[in-house]
């Protein structure tokens, strides 16, 4: 999976767990739980549903790579084989 498949994947997730915001507009450096306004029950289903989509484990200690748009696309690329 590429950068770009990667990145839709990230939005599209993030759309699911906020729908009323542009997840698409995000800085991809941003914190998306303050960007998005989520809890951290959302981010537990944001990173699940990661998990279960590319069928990679996710370790709770890698919790804090996935905080932003650009770490999520650069800690998944690293996991899922191109």
Do not use: Q
């Amino acid at each position: 999976m590429n950068e770009s498949e990667l990145r839709r994947l990230v939005i599209e997730e993030l759309g699911n767990i906020a729908p009323d915001v542009d997840a698409g507009s995000i800085d991809p450096k941003a914190d998306i739980r303050a960007a998005l306004d989520i809890d951290s029950m959302d981010f537990l289903n944001f990173v699940t549903a990661l998990h279960e989509k590319l069928k990679i484990d996710i370790p709770e200690i890698d919790y804090p790579k996935l905080t932003t748009v650009a770490g999520a696309i650069e800690y998944l690329g690293a996991k899922v084989p191109a």
